[in-house]
């Protein structure tokens, strides 16, 4: 059973900064790790999948220039430095591990972001 637990969210004002961690356990290998967010009303939205693997990195294009990803392989914890917040970002972010290609997704509870202005 692999358990992926988020921390690090709050409130926020316009262009602040915040860290997201997330770590998945379980005896289990990390093939990936992503981040993906949800606003009221919208579907969720993947925002970004690191691979264990090589390193590898997607980012969706919103955020490109203002979120970065790390990846600490031996801790299966994926770390997510979000910079120059807009108040779009405002949703809950959840963390998303598969174990293999192919394999489940195994998901977080989610972590509320809130920019205000």
């Known amino acids: 059973q692999v358990q992926v637990a988020e921390s690090g969210g709050g409130l926020v004002q316009l262009g602040g900064s915040l860290r997201l961690s997330c770590t998945a356990s379980?005896?289990?290998?990390?093939?990936?790790m992503s981040w993906a967010r949800q606003a009221p009303g919208n579907p969720r939205e993947l925002v970004v999948t690191?691979?264990?693997?090589?390193?590898?990195?997607w980012y969706t294009n919103s955020v490109k220039d203002r979120f970065a990803v790390s990846m600490d392989n031996a801790k299966n914890t994926v770390y997510l430095q979000l910079n120059n917040l807009e108040l779009e970002d405002t949703g809950v972010y959840y963390c998303?591990?598969?174990?293999?290609?192919?394999?489940?997704?195994?998901w977080g509870q989610g972590t509320q972001v809130t920019v205000s202005s």
């Open positions: 690191v691979f264990s693997s090589g390193g590898s990195v």
């Open positions: 998303k591990t598969k174990t293999s290609r192919s394999g489940a997704d195994y």
């Open positions: 379980g005896s289990t290998p990390v093939y990936s």
